[in-house]
Every structure is written in C-alpha cells, then in structure tokens.
C-alpha cells in the first residue's frame, strides 16, 4: 500500500490538483481579511494598542494615537508601561499585562 504524503489526496491527480488550486485561490481571500482588519482596527472608535512579549508597542490604532497624542511612529517599539502609563498606575497595569502574556484571565482594567 503506497503512504500518502498531505500534497497527494489520491492516487490520480485530479484530486491534488483541485486541493492545489483550493489553497492558491484561498491566498486572496486571506489577505483581503487580513486587509479588512487592519481598516477594522485604524477606524475604530475606540482605542486599540497592543504589545509584544517584551512589553514594547507592536499596534497603535488612530484613535489612541488621538487619545495620547502620540503617532504610530512614535509608539512603535517603545515599552508600553514604562513610556505611556502614568507612575502611579505601572506596577498594575505591568501586572496585568503579565498575567495577559501568560494567558491568565484578568478583570476589566
């Protein structure tokens, strides 16, 4: 009996060909709800950030770049709590991001 590896469904090609020409014509697709997200998040009326594992600023929508009056440009890279949480609120705020990283669920901050 011959293995079948994931690129061949079946023994002619019909089937491997459909499931090829499946997978590029769902490239597309992907990349137009990549691109609807991004308008998703640059237009919402609320403000959006995010951070990586590191804690510095890898997404900083328009509308907290309004709120805090600090660009995309200026926010990227930068860390989050030690840059743009008050002194009083970076124990806590770093706390909860933490535990967030961790994938901990945490109260409404």
Do not use: C
Not at 96 to 108: C, I, M, P, Q
């Amino acid at each position: 009996m011959k293995r079948q590896t994931p690129a061949s469904v079946g023994h002619d090609g019909n089937k491997t060909e459909k499931k090829v020409k499946r997978t590029a014509e769902s490239a597309p697709l992907h990349l137009d709800m990549a691109h609807e997200l991004r308008k998703l998040v640059d237009s919402a009326n609320a403000p959006i950030f995010g951070i990586d594992v590191e804690g510095k600023v890898n997404e900083w929508n328009f509308k907290t770049a309004e709120i805090t009056g600090y660009s995309q440009e200026e926010a990227f890279n930068k860390p989050l709590v030690q840059t743009f949480i008050a002194p009083r609120l970076r124990e806590s705020v770093h706390e909860v991001l933490d535990k967030a990283l961790r994938g901990e669920e945490t109260a409404n901050y």
